[in-house]
C-alpha cells in the first residue's frame, strides 16, 4: 500500500505539474498577446499624431497665406481707384504711386519684412550679399568691397529671404 500511496503521490504531483506549466504558458500566451495588443494601440496613435500634426501644418501654412493676402487687399483696391480715376496730371499720378507703395511697404514691413541696408563701401558679407559681378576697384579702398548694390535684399525676421546682388571691387 505504501507503493501505491507514493505512486498516487507522485501522479498527483505530475498532474498538478502539468497544470502549473500549462497555467504558466496561458499566462505567458496572454501577457504576449497583452504586449502586442499595446504595441498596435501605440503604433496606431503614434500615425494618428503624425497625419493630424501634418493636417495641422498644411492649414497653418493656408491661413498664413490666406492673411497675407487679406492684407494685400486694400492695396488692389487702391490699384484700381487709382485706375478708375486716371488723370493726365503726372503730379497726382506720382503722388498716388509714392502713396500706394508707401502703403504696401508698410504692410510688408508689419509682417515682418525688413530690407537691408546695404551701400557703396561696405565689406561683403557672403551672408547677405550675392555678387554678381567683380571689376576693377576704383580706389584702394574699395578692394574687396561693395561698389554698386543692384538689388536690395530682403529679411523676414532674422533670415535672409533675397541676398542683395552687389557688385564687388577687385
Known sequence: MNK????????EQEVQSKEAVEEQETQEEQQEFDFQDKYMRLYAEFDN??????????????SASSDIMLQLLPLVDDFDRADANATDDLDALKEG???????FVATLNSKGLKAMEVKAGD??????????????APSEDLKGKVVDVVEKGYMLGDKVLRYAKVVIGA
Open 97 to 103: 504711386v509714392q502713396l500706394i507703395h508707401s502703403k
Open 123 to 136: 565689406d561683403f558679407d557672403v551672408d547677405k550679399h550675392e555678387a554678381i559681378a567683380n571689376i576693377p
Open 49 to 62: 499624431f503624425r497625419k493630424r500634426t501634418m493636417r495641422e501644418k498644411a492649414d497653418l501654412i493656408s
Open 4 to 11: 501505491n500511496k507514493k505512486s498516487e503521490e507522485i501522479e
